[in-house]
């Protein structure tokens, strides 16, 4: 299957700061990326969509000016946590498809712990 | 909301058939089902995804009912490595595209 990265895959960060979180699609074209959060013995929740050269679509109650999403390329997307405070602290995941209408193909994921 | 139904957990002896059952009884017409698996502390794994027709692939087979209500994803020889949790996800053809996460079955392969 396709490969899919994530930058950092641990981060330990203090509260108040920003912390930047890259993911690429290595072998292939990701016209779209998708980004979640898993928070411990939870599933994952879609926080926003993004394609390629546009602005991304938020889920509901997410903040898109606290989670920056860049999508400036077909093969890397980066999630900017703004200000983090401990309660963003989670396990934040990717994903890449080559259009909407293939599958996607996940990250190894990135845990962020806010102190 | 998730559009899926799936059992908590389930358990499974190495080397026998693993058998996954997933509701999705208000599917539309142009949803896919998709089958993804989570190790712990790792990113989803895709497994297979089908319409209407039985899929297999090298990792596993989906056998999707007729009136497409319901799907079960068979692992044919459990190993201990298939040990994960197992997300059935139901995926329109058209609009946003997006995955809803369920709660998934957590599947432990016992020795």
């Known amino acids: 299957g396709a490969v899919v990265s994530q930058h950092p895959s641990r981060v330990i960060c203090k509260s108040g700061t920003s912390v930047k979180i890259e993911c690429r699609s290595l072998?292939?074209?990701?016209?779209?990326m998708f980004w979640y959060r898993q928070f411990p013995k939870q599933s994952l929740m879609l926080m926003a969509t993004s394609n390629e050269g546009s602005k991304a679509t938020y889920e509901q109650g997410v903040e898109k000016d606290k989670f920056l999403i860049n999508h400036a390329s077909l093969t890397l997307s980066t999630l900017t946590v703004t200000s983090a405070h401990p309660e963003d602290s989670s396990f934040y995941i990717c994903?890449?498809?080559?259009?909407?209408?293939?599958?996607?193909?996940f990250g190894p994921g990135t845990r962020l712990t806010v102190t | 909301d998730a559009k899926t139904t799936q059992p908590t957990s389930m358990d499974c002896a190495e080397g026998r058939a693993a058998n996954l059952p997933c509701n999705h009884s208000t599917i539309s017409g142009n949803e896919y089902v998709y089958w993804y698996r989570q190790i712990h502390s790792q990113g989803p794994q895709y497994i297979i995804h089908g319409l209407k027709n039985n899929e297999t692939n090298e990792m596993a087979s989906l056998i999707i009912t007729e009136d497409r209500k319901s799907s079960t994803l068979i692992l044919p020889h459990a190993t201990l490595r298939d040990t994960a949790v197992y997300y059935c996800?139901?995926?329109?053809?058209?609009?946003?595209?997006?995955?809803?996460f369920g709660t998934g079955t957590r599947l432990k392969v016992l020795a």
């Open positions: 996800i139901v995926r329109a053809a058209s609009g946003t595209y997006k995955y809803i």
């Open positions: 072998d292939f074209q990701a016209t779209t």
């Open positions: 994903s890449a498809s080559a259009g909407l209408d293939y599958e996607q193909y």
